[in-house]
């Protein structure tokens, strides 16, 4: 597609997906012009704790990054370190490399829609087939 000789169709395409990331500008930095694609977390007056900007991609790294200003800004003393980094998210809980295959031989789905079940749902394919069989 980054090639000017291969002509691009519609029909070629299968899906498209956009997004906006705002920037945001960092209220400590001393340049005010300076914006940020990282994010940003700020403590009000009132001691509201905000976080903003960011990308979809360091959303561990801004909650924890949230969480640790909340205990400072709180003088709290946590009794674990921050285990973000090892949590697994929602599906990920069970997973293995065969998890496609599996739902393929389980509820006879198509290779491609077992492996983007598996992809975007992890373990929770499971429930997702059972509820469309």
């Given at each position: 597609?980054?090639?000017?000789?291969?002509?691009?169709r519609?029909?070629?395409?299968?899906?498209?997906?956009s997004?906006?990331?705002?920037?945001?500008?960092?209220?400590?930095a001393?340049?005010s012009?300076?914006?940020?694609?990282n994010?940003v977390v700020?403590?009000?007056?009132?001691?509201?704790?905000t976080i903003?900007?960011?990308?979809?991609?360091?959303?561990?790294?801004?909650?924890?990054?949230?969480?640790?200003?909340?205990?400072?800004?709180?003088?709290?003393?946590?009794?674990t370190?921050?285990?973000?980094?090892?949590?697994?998210?929602?599906?990920?809980q069970?997973?293995?490399?065969?998890?496609?295959?599996?739902?393929c031989?389980?509820?006879?789905?198509?290779s491609?829609?077992a492996?983007?079940?598996?992809?975007?749902y992890?373990?929770q394919?499971?429930?997702?087939?059972?509820?469309?069989?």
């Open positions: 597609y980054l090639n000017n000789k291969i002509k691009v519609r029909g070629d395409v299968l899906a498209a997906w997004g906006l990331r705002p920037l945001v500008r960092d209220p400590n001393k340049n012009a300076a914006l940020s694609r994010h700020e403590t009000s007056e009132s001691g509201m704790v903003a900007g960011g990308k979809w991609t360091t959303y561990r790294k801004m909650a924890e990054d949230a969480i640790d200003t909340v205990i400072r800004d709180n003088s709290l003393a946590p009794t370190p921050c285990c973000t980094a090892g949590m697994k998210v929602e599906g990920g069970h997973y293995h490399p065969n998890l496609a295959i599996q739902l031989q389980q509820y006879g789905f198509d491609e829609v492996t983007h079940l598996a992809h975007n992890g373990t394919a499971h429930e997702l087939a059972r509820w469309l069989s």
